[in-house]
């Protein structure tokens, strides 16, 4: 996958949150602010955007392109990201907002895209313990690579950079971001059909990390091939929480009932909840203060990505204190029924891929043992190396785009 993309980087916390209401409240509150320098103090400036930066819209995104200083106008109309692994959030869809919004992602992001996040390295986090630590029976095992159909914000949870590669090079699934040559070399080489989506479902299956950075083994043989394709659509099925690969469209992950988790005992409000959750093995149980939900398989609450486990984390960023008078601190005072569902629909994938980790050893056992494609090979069959050209964003021109202070987009 030649081109990859640097992680968004926002430059202030306030334009993301777990629904989208909050977001048009934060929005609403900045307006409210007559006083330019209350204006500021909440927008809280960076060297790269500040309210009198004027910017061009996002594709496929209306928004204002005067400062905001000037700004008047609706909320922009918030749109799911992921924002850390297996963490979809909303965020605010503004070039004035986001200090590296990356709009070369915005313009392929659509119901056919899918995007592999290569997390950068991270250290075991004291977090970690708190999960169990990796000796432990059942302990972590990384994922080498996070896979998303919403577009995804990049950075791992230890805040180290990774890059961010979409499947499509253009809208509408067209122009495949592999090296030029692969699919067709495979075609020839396995002796069946090989398309896009097979090679990222084999490198769902197939990943793992080397150094800094990811290997993905080609076998040639057609039957690994396939059992690993098939193995890789359940995980991108699974990272995806069923958006795409699933044996019918509206295929959604739940486990078998006796195993799926249930809210045991109610969930307390929002001042009496702890600010960690507790996991008990033996009930196999989460415990948010008083509140309980159960069962919890031990891979689930163990699960990590970059060193952190997910579960955790996922909880926290929703119950840290914000900063009082900020627009962080603007956020439902309860912790709502939706909240709820989306983390027993996590509890559930990452129980899941949990159970999809033996599968996924043998395959690696398998593939050790059967000839695979070498990086001569694929020098001759003039893969490799890319052509430069392959590394840079395609030219899109599908749909207009607004400028800074209304005017047209140079593109």
Request: aromatic share 6%.
């Amino acid at each position: 996958m030649p081109w990859s993309v640097p992680p968004l980087r926002t430059g202030r916390s306030w334009v993301l949150a777990p629904d989208p209401g909050t977001l048009t409240a934060r929005w609403d509150r900045l307006l409210r602010s007559a006083d330019r320098a209350e204006r500021e103090r909440l927008f809280r400036p960076s060297r790269a955007r500040g309210l009198h930066t004027a910017l061009p819209q996002l594709p496929g995104h209306s928004a204002g392109t005067g400062p905001l200083a000037e700004e008047t106008g609706p909320c922009p109309e918030p749109v799911r990201v992921l924002h850390a692994p297996f963490d979809r959030q909303w965020l605010l869809p503004d070039q004035r907002l986001l200090d590296a919004a990356r709009p070369e992602l915005w313009r392929v992001a659509d119901e056919h895209q899918l995007f592999a996040v290569e997390p950068g390295p991270a250290p075991r986090s004291s977090a970690s313990a708190r999960a169990g630590g990796p000796d432990g029976p059942g302990g972590p095992e990384e994922e080498a690579l996070l896979f998303s159909a919403l577009l995804p914000e990049g950075r791992s949870p230890a805040g180290r950079p990774g890059r961010i590669r979409p499947l499509f090079r253009r809208p509408g699934g067209r122009e495949p971001n592999l090296a030029p040559g692969l699919t067709e070399l495979l075609t020839e080489r396995l002796g069946i059909p090989v398309g896009a989506v097979d090679v990222l479902a084999w490198t769902a299956a197939a990943a793992r990390p080397r150094g800094e950075g990811r290997s993905v083994p080609l076998p040639l043989s057609a039957g690994v091939w396939r059992d690993g394709v098939a193995l890789g659509r359940r995980v991108l099925w699974l990272h995806t929480f069923g958006a795409h690969c699933g044996e019918t469209p509206d295929a959604r992950p739940k486990l078998p009932g006796g195993r799926r988790p249930y809210v045991r005992a109610a969930l307390p409000g929002p001042h009496a909840l702890p600010a960690e959750p507790l996991y008990d093995p033996e009930e196999r149980a989460l415990l948010l203060g008083d509140g309980r939900i159960a069962p919890v398989p031990p891979a689930a609450w163990r699960f990590e990505a970059s060193g952190v486990p997910v579960l955790a984390q996922w909880y926290e960023r929703r119950t840290v204190p914000a900063e009082p008078g900020t627009l962080s601190a603007v956020r439902p005072a309860d912790w709502s029924p939706s909240l709820t569902s989306e983390l027993l629909e996590l509890i559930t994938v990452l129980a899941l891929l949990g159970e999809l980790r033996p599968e996924r050893r043998r395959l690696a056992e398998r593939l050790a043992s059967v000839p695979r494609l070498t990086a001569a090979e694929l020098r001759r069959g003039g893969v490799l190396p890319p052509p430069a050209s392959t590394r840079r964003p395609a030219s899109v021109l599908d749909r207009p785009e607004e400028g800074p202070n209304g005017q047209f987009a140079l593109l």
